[in-house]
């Protein structure tokens, strides 16, 4: 049985009256998947991680003690077993987009990771003898594609380009879980702030390391000799809230349908930029490199920084998702943070009249 919302945003605690689930992951070992798992654990489910390295992942101490199940979501295999009995199903899995510069073979790689992996989890499924009552699908805000100025909600249309197409197979391989009775909510996920991992990940070090250039918008710049002006939107979403929203979709009954998984106040690339450089202590320029030569050293993945969209959480908002971190500047300054300092050790003074002569 699955726990009832309670404490919206936030997910609930087992102890104060919700009933523990069991959560079958795929993707339990990516940027949002670590982090979900250590939300699950911190309130008494039990997380069930599908992953090709179980080995690597069953030595991380985060890990240790958790069920990680070999396997690869995008093949079938003995894997789909361990899906019977699960109360909940996250499907996280898909090939970062990231990792290798885009040619055909590298394209098709994104698709068919996301596309076979939520194939087979439905077809997991429908052999389960006790079935999951949920499947929380991962998908992208890619699946609107480019739209400019205009405000994007889930009633939104899909795109045409790449990605938006992706998302949109991504999304359909989901579908047929309706028909088996399973309550199915797609998550189209946007730029996930972490530190040290993600988008941040790859953005900091360049920031910190390049005093002299400082940080600069992305984007927006034209051909090879217009400088980019970042006036792109750049829809984010805190880490804590990306996985606060899927949570959401795993407790609420009435989360089903796309749930857009970014802040309610998405900024402008430059204005990201900026507060970026702010938090880093690092200068700030107006002008990026062209849009041209940044798709000349990244190729074609560089569109995915350079075009943007403005997505607006109107589904988890109506859903009453409190947001932790709603804002940009309180976001990055919430991650950036310094860890508090150990509490020191307290001298104790010697008491008057305890020396004896």
């Given at each position: 049985?699955?726990?009832?919302?309670?404490?919206?945003?936030?997910?609930?605690?087992?102890?104060?009256?919700?009933?523990?689930?069991?959560?079958?992951i795929t993707g339990g070992s990516?940027?949002?998947?670590?982090?979900?798992?250590?939300?699950?654990?911190?309130?008494?489910?039990?997380?069930?991680?599908?992953?090709?390295?179980?080995?690597?992942?069953?030595?991380?101490?985060?890990?240790?003690?958790?069920?990680?199940?070999?396997?690869?979501?995008?093949?079938?295999?003995?894997?789909?077993?361990?899906?019977?009995?699960?109360?909940?199903?996250?499907?996280?899995?898909?090939?970062?987009?990231?990792?290798?510069?885009?040619?055909?073979?590298?394209?098709?790689?994104?698709?068919?990771?996301?596309?076979?992996?939520?194939?087979?989890?439905?077809?997991?499924?429908?052999k389960a003898r006790a079935r999951?009552?949920?499947?929380?699908?991962?998908?992208?805000?890619?699946?609107?594609?480019?739209?400019?100025?205009?405000?994007?909600?889930?009633?939104?249309?899909?795109?045409?380009?790449?990605?938006?197409?992706?998302?949109?197979?991504?999304?359909?391989?989901?579908?047929?879980?309706?028909?088996?009775?399973?309550?199915?909510?797609?998550?189209?996920?946007?730029?996930?702030?972490?530190?040290?991992?993600?988008?941040?990940?790859?953005?900091?070090?360049?920031?910190?390391?390049?005093?002299?250039?400082?940080?600069?918008?992305?984007?927006?710049?034209?051909?090879?000799?217009?400088?980019?002006?970042?006036?792109?939107?750049?829809?984010?979403?805190?880490?804590?809230?990306?996985?606060?929203?899927?949570?959401?979709?795993?407790?609420?009954?009435?989360?089903?349908?796309?749930?857009?998984?970014?802040?309610?106040?998405?900024?402008?690339?430059?204005?990201?930029?900026?507060?970026?450089?702010?938090?880093?202590?690092?200068?700030?320029?107006?002008?990026?490199?062209?849009?041209?030569?940044?798709?000349?050293?990244?190729?074609?993945?560089?569109?995915?920084?350079?075009?943007?969209?403005?997505?607006?959480p109107a589904r988890a908002q109506?859903?009453?998702?409190?947001?932790?971190?709603?804002?940009?500047?309180?976001?990055?300054?919430?991650?950036?943070?310094?860890?508090?300092?150990?509490?020191?050790?307290?001298?104790?003074?010697?008491?008057?009249?305890?020396?004896?002569?």
């Amino acid at each position: 049985m699955i726990s009832k919302t309670a404490g919206v945003g936030q997910g609930m605690n087992p102890a104060k009256g919700a009933i523990s689930m069991r959560v079958f992951i795929t993707g339990g070992s990516g940027l949002i998947g670590r982090h979900l798992v250590q939300r699950l654990i911190a309130r008494g489910d039990q997380p069930v991680i599908l992953s090709r390295r179980a080995d690597q992942v069953r030595r991380d101490p985060a890990m240790r003690g958790r069920t990680v199940v070999q396997g690869d979501p995008s093949t079938a295999g003995r894997w789909e077993s361990e899906l019977d009995g699960c109360d909940a199903v996250v499907n996280l899995a898909g090939h970062n987009l990231f990792a290798d510069r885009w040619n055909a073979q590298v394209k098709r790689k994104i698709r068919d990771s996301r596309v076979y992996s939520t194939e087979n989890v439905v077809a997991a499924i429908a052999k389960a003898r006790a079935r999951p009552r949920v499947l929380v699908q991962a998908s992208a805000i890619g699946y609107y594609g480019p739209h400019g100025d205009e405000e994007l909600t889930e009633d939104s249309p899909s795109g045409s380009d790449f990605m938006a197409v992706v998302c949109r197979e991504w999304e359909d391989a989901a579908h047929p879980a309706e028909a088996l009775g399973v309550r199915v909510a797609r998550v189209r996920t946007g730029v996930v702030l972490a530190r040290g991992e993600g988008a941040l990940g790859v953005m900091t070090p360049i920031f910190r390391w390049l005093p002299i250039v400082g940080a600069a918008p992305v984007g927006n710049g034209g051909g090879l000799l217009t400088p980019a002006s970042g006036q792109q939107w750049m829809s984010w979403i805190h880490i804590d809230d990306i996985v606060g929203i899927f949570l959401l979709a795993l407790d609420h009954a009435e989360a089903h349908g796309p749930i857009n998984g970014t802040a309610p106040n998405p900024v402008r690339n430059a204005e990201f930029s900026k507060a970026l450089a702010k938090v880093l202590w690092r200068p700030f320029l107006p002008f990026g490199p062209p849009d041209a030569l940044l798709e000349l050293v990244l190729g074609e993945v560089a569109q995915v920084v350079t075009k943007g969209q403005k997505v607006l959480p109107a589904r988890a908002q109506s859903l009453g998702y409190a947001f932790r971190h709603p804002d940009l500047a309180g976001a990055l300054r919430a991650l950036f943070a310094p860890a508090p300092a150990a509490p020191k050790a307290e001298r104790i003074p010697a008491a008057s009249g305890a020396h004896h002569h």
